[in-house]
């Protein structure tokens, strides 16, 4: 059974930061993409940051150059850094990881239960 974890969200003004956590347990034999989503009050999710197991990154152009996505492998661990916060950054953030929980399983895509982001002075 796997589970991710996340934490770090709250209220921020403009202009913060947050530094999102989510950590995977349970049976995990592999990991391949970790990553966040985020849900905007009325909107649909979207994707946020992706990294690989080898470090390799991707964001959404609403984001680059203000949150920086990061993992630990050795704690199955995925952040998220996000600086220089506005209020369209409101949103549910969630995390995902792609996992294998034994050898002889393909990855399939596990969720966290969501993180409260908001933004407002």
């Known amino acids: 059974q796997v589970q991710l974890v996340e934490s770090g969200g709250g209220l921020v003004q403009p202009g913060g930061s947050l530094r999102l956590s989510c950590a995977a347990s349970?049976?995990?034999?592999?990991?391949?993409?970790m990553g966040w989503y985020r849900q905007p009050p009325g909107k649909e999710r979207e994707l946020v940051a992706a990294?690989?197991?080898?470090?390799?990154?991707n964001y959404a152009d609403s984001v680059k150059g203000r949150f920086t996505i990061s993992r630990d492998n050795a704690k199955n661990t995925v952040y998220l850094q996000t600086n220089s916060l506005k209020p369209e950054d409101t949103a549910v953030y969630y995390c995902?990881?792609?996992?294998?929980?034994?050898?002889?399983?393909?990855?399939?895509?596990?969720w966290g239960q969501g993180t409260q982001v908001t933004v407002s002075s």
């Open positions: 995902y990881a792609a996992i294998a929980p034994s050898y002889r399983d393909l990855y399939r895509d596990y």
């Open positions: 349970g049976s995990i034999s592999r990991i391949n993409a």
């Open positions: 990294i690989t197991s080898g470090g390799l990154t």
